[in-house]
Structure formats: structure tokens, C-alpha cells
């Protein structure tokens, strides 16, 4: 069995995929599969990889299963001990993967290993890993802070998908992506499980990775708004214990006022934000039928996860005023 195995989904990326696998195939670290998972793309895609990397694993898919179906996918035929996730549009350091390893093996109760994401060619961060609100929201940490700050690892509450480390036992033990988010917000949902369940997440300031942010579905385009405003209420509704939705129910009013404010009016995706939140009332149902299946792994007390939430006030400020995106 391999030590990690590197899951990259695409849709129509193949203009990323040189760089991308590149990186990759040249990590310093060396026990390691490399599995590209192809969501039906019509750019030859496939064909480009299979005639130029032959290494690499493709599972070809023949529709678009999004980001959650596509690493389902890929997981699936994984062997690795660790499974990393890695966004088709991203350029990982050489010790990326070194890094990550030697911060997972470090501690058994870590379950997720987080990178430092610079956005390319900006020198400025994208995410160091996931911060929980009292709305239960996930922020990014660093967001748009130069890429010299945040030198030492630190625990976060998680990871940003686009570049993150997950230990197989973990995923064993609180289950992978759930497909019915599909895009934008199934790493947060995985996070919240983690933590809820007393696993640990690192951040590793040597696992640098460069990311094209939003490249492959466009900055606030109607979608990632759509996704957004749907998911966003799932997350809530799936995996937030009961006490602590009551309790922290008057901030969670706060932030969708707030989001509405911003996504719906400020930024001119009235429709997506609406249809996105009509669309989660929908299956709200099923949504609330998962929450048994997370009350079963949840191992810390509602006091503990209180402590260390950060007050929805500073989210706000943070990412509405300042114009920060996830």
C-alpha cells in the first residue's frame, strides 16, 4: 500500500493540468499514487494526461459529478494511509507533501493536515485552514495576509480543500465528503464533523501550495453564490447539536442578514442567493435525517465547542467589510 494517495478533480482544466501535475509528480516525497478523476470534460483532458503522465491514475467520469462526486470517485480507488486533496489548479511546492506527512505522523489524534494556499503570483495568502463562527460559519484564516506571516504550525478547525492532508482512520471513522453538497462548502461540512468528533487539525506553514483562486468557476459568478447560499444552510442544519443551535440562534439570524446584505444587493446575485436558500428548505428534510448519524460521533461538549468559537461580529467585519471571499 501507497503512503498517500493525491486525488485531482477536473472539469475542462486541462490548461492547468501541466503545471499542476508537474508540481506534483516532482514532490520531494517519494510513496506516493497520483489519481486524476475527469468529470466528463470536453477538452481533451484525458487524452492530454494519459499521453504525458502516464503515472497517473485517471478515472474518467462521464458527467460532471462536482467537486464532492469527483473525489468520492477518486477515493474510491485510493490506496493510500493518507488521502490528500488537491485542486487541479494549484501548483504544491516540492515539500509540500513532506511537509504534510511529517505534521500528520507527528500526533495520532490528527486527522487533517492544513496548507498555506497562496494565491498565485500575489505573495498574499488564501487560507491557512478553518475557523468555526458562533453562527457556525467556517472563515478562512489568513485571508489576504502576506504568505511570510503565520511561520510556525498551529491547530486549526480545519482545512481548505483545495490543498489538504486527511487521515484515512478519520475518514473511517466520520465519513468523507457528502455528495449531495456537490460544490463550496463540503470541506467545511467535513471539518465540522472532524472537529465535532475530537480530531485534530495542523496547519504546516512548510506545505506551501500556489493556488489560481477561482479559476475554475470565476469569482462570485452566480454559481459559487448558489452553492454558497444552499450549502451554507446545510452545514447548519446537519451537524450543529441542538443546545447550540438555540443558543447561538440570534447570531445565526446576524450572519443571514448579513450574507443577504452582501451576496443578494451589495453584489448583485439576488436570484442564485434566493434560489440557493429555496433549494436547501427543499431538502432541509434530508439534511436533518443525517443529523443522527453525526449526533453518534460527536466526542467534545457543547461547552468546549463554545470556547473556541470565534464571534460571528469579527466574521462580518472580516469578510463582508473588507470584501474577503471563501
Not at 486533496?85 to 511529517?102: F, S
Not at 468555526?132 to 503565520?150: M, P, W
Not at 444552510?233 to 450574507?259: A, C, D, G, H
Amino acid at each position: 500500500m501507497c503512503l498517500i494517495s493525491v486525488i485531482i478533480v477536473n472539469w475542462n482544466g486541462k490548461q492547468y493540468l501541466r503545471d499542476c501535475l508537474d508540481a506534483v509528480l516532482g514532490q520531494d516525497f517519494s510513496t506516493f499514487e497520483v489519481i486524476l478523476v475527469d468529470n466528463g470534460s470536453s477538452d481533451g483532458s484525458v487524452l492530454f494526461v494519459q499521453n504525458n503522465y502516464p503515472s497517473v491514475k485517471v478515472v474518467q467520469l462521464m458527467e460532471n459529478r462536482g467537486f464532492t462526486g469527483g473525489n468520492i470517485a477518486g477515493f474510491s480507488v485510493a490506496n493510500g494511509d493518507f488521502i490528500a486533496l488537491l485542486n487541479n489548479d494549484t501548483r504544491p511546492e516540492k515539500g509540500w507533501l513532506v511537509a504534510l506527512h511529517r505534521g500528520m505522523v507527528s500526533d495520532s489524534r490528527i486527522g487533517i493536515c492544513s496548507s498555506k494556499i497562496v494565491i498565485e503570483g500575489t505573495g498574499r495568502i488564501d487560507s491557512i485552514g478553518e475557523h468555526f463562527t458562533t453562527a457556525f460559519t467556517g472563515t478562512k484564516l489568513g485571508n489576504l495576509q502576506s504568505c511570510q506571516e503565520f511561520s510556525s504550525p498551529m491547530f486549526v478547525h480545519g482545512a481548505c480543500a483545495a490543498a489538504a492532508l486527511y487521515r484515512r482512520k478519520m475518514l473511517d471513522d466520520i465519513g468523507f465528503l457528502d455528495n449531495d453538497f456537490f460544490f463550496n462548502h463540503e470541506d467545511t461540512d467535513l471539518n465540522l464533523r472532524a472537529w465535532l468528533a475530537g480530531w485534530k487539525s495542523l496547519f504546516l506553514p512548510d506545505a506551501i501550495v500556489h493556488h489560481k483562486v477561482s479559476a475554475s468557476i470565476g469569482k462570485l459568478s452566480a454559481e459559487t453564490v448558489y452553492y454558497f447560499s444552499r450549502n451554507n444552510e446545510w452545514v447548519w442544519l446537519k451537524n450543529v447539536p441542538l443546545r447550540l443551535m438555540v443558543r447561538y440562534l440570534p447570531q445565526r439570524m446576524f450572519y443571514e442578514i448579513t450574507s443577504f446584505v452582501f451576496y443578494g444587493i451589495k453584489s448583485g446575485k439576488f436570484f442564485p442567493f434566493l434560489k440557493g436558500k429555496l433549494d436547501a428548505l427543499k431538502r432541509a428534510p434530508v439534511m436533518i435525517g443525517k443529523r443522527r448519524a453525526v449526533r453518534k460521533i460527536i466526542r467534545i461538549s457543547s461547552q468546549e465547542i463554545a470556547t473556541e468559537l470565534m464571534p460571528i461580529t469579527l466574521y462580518v467585519r472580516e469578510r463582508f467589510f473588507l470584501d474577503q471571499e471563501e
